[in-house]
């Protein structure tokens, strides 16, 4: 994972350029406010971060959010690839230091890593998926939710019983992070593996989801989003609401890209603490801050 | 109010204390995963050069030139008159356990990947070493044995043998599944018994 200063061959070229292009084609939709523009620094930023190991090398940190490990220039290791490693190696040392990670972090920041921080999160909001509008399709939305603990809860003891990483082996995170960008730069470098075409096809299935539902992959189906969701009530970055102010003007709610029920629901184990309820909310009554 | 920032409080010594003796006691382990490449991780196998002849120096395309740094427990295997079968695997890698199951299955190797053995027809010619690459030592030697510009992967699969005091090898990346110019069980092998008889010609 070592980069070999090749530029040709950089995989910073091939993913993240035409990611930061494709930001840029899409920067008015941040330029609305100064936290947006913060955001999208951000965004940005970590994509960088995630892809540094031609400086750093492969460390054995761990990314808190989600990430494939196997991505040409990957620095950290995937929350999840840890977590199956810690069941099929019964290695309570790994769980512990996953548990460690996320629990600091979740317990500062909550689930601001998906707003600020994850590349797949950064993905979703370039491809700007709608919103669950109608009433039908908000109750499918909300019964959907619940899926990634149910996805999470399963990981670990799949992965203890048939000791295998039975969820990489088709996430289509690493698909489309790791697998295709392999296949780039390496173009008959590779045969195709046992699992290659069902990855495959739930890499369709999280493209077709990011533009059909704005954030669908974070909302329904990310199992480290599931793993920070919880803390989002207790941590100490908060969306603070003064109900004073408020004018119950609706503008948050129909901007939030996770449908949350603002302002009412605002420490929302779904919130990934975008800041866009705050950006719109006309005065001034929404804030994001360390309580 | 105040009991929000008793939990607060108590939820990030108790998140610090977890994250120190994590990153105390696993931070090393993670570092060995993350070095090693999991192809069932990205679905794919790579496309290696065929065998043709076992190889004294590194090869062209391999990362060094020269003579090998063979480690010592090798050498000493391969003074006592074995030919050495060297076999990197990972935990939860799929086309690891497949080729483990495969050779298996031809008598080649016996036991588990984790405590593995040469199997019957092979047990006096060749010693085995069935090494998890997740492991600093194990991922250590998986790199000298690993091509230019490209990340230790598991399987790797070596043979080694010995002819007049030089060490001759040859390695491979992937499955041993006779695609992508890796060799199939069939091949591996016959691979396996020209060291055999490379080792015994005078």
Known sequence: MICNFNCASCPLAYMCVPMAIGAAVVWKRYSSSPMQKKRFASQLAFLFLSNTAFLVGSTGFIYTYFYCWEAPLAAMACPIGILEH??????????????GTMALVSMIFGRAACGWACPIGFMQDILGGKKAKNERRKVWDKKFRYLKYVILILIAPVSYITGTMAYTNICP?????????????????????TYFVPKMTFVAGLLVLAVLLSRGWCRHLCPVGAMMAPFNKVSLLQLK??????????KCEAVCPMDI????????????????????????????GFT | MRRTRI?????????LALFVSGWYTAYDKSTDLNESTC??????????????????EYPKGYSREGNVPHPQWVIDELNKGKVVMLFYWTHGCVPCKK??????????????????YTGKRYENNITLFSIDAGTGEGGDTLKIYTPKNKEPVTPTTVILTMKNGSVLWYAF?????????????????????DAIKVRDDK
């Open chain 1, 86 to 99: 810690a069941a099929i190696e019964h290695s309570l040392t790994l769980l512990i230091y996953l548990a």
């Open chain 1, 173 to 193: 995170v690493g698909g489309l992070t790791a697998t295709i960008p392999a296949l780039i730069l390496h173009p008959h470098g590779y045969t195709f593996g």
């Open chain 1, 241 to 250: 609401v003064d109900m004073d102010k408020c004018i119950h003007c609706g």
């Open chain 1, 261 to 288: 029920k603002m302002p009412e629901d605002n420490k929302s184990p779904e919130c990934i603490r975008c800041g866009k309820c705050v950006s719109v909310c006309p005065v001034s009554a929404i804030k994001l």
């Open chain 2, 7 to 15: 939990i607060q409080a108590v939820g990030i010594i108790i998140a």
């Open chain 2, 39 to 56: 192809l069932g991780c990205i679905a794919l196998n790579p496309i290696v050069s065929p065998f043709s002849e076992f190889w004294v």
């Open chain 2, 99 to 116: 080729q483990w199951d495969d050779m298996k299955k031809a008598e080649i190797v016996d036991g588990s990947e984790s405590n593995g």
């Open chain 2, 173 to 193: 990346q992937g499955p041993a599944d006779g695609t992508g110019g890796r060799p199939s069980i069939e091949k591996l092998e016959e691979i396996l018994n």
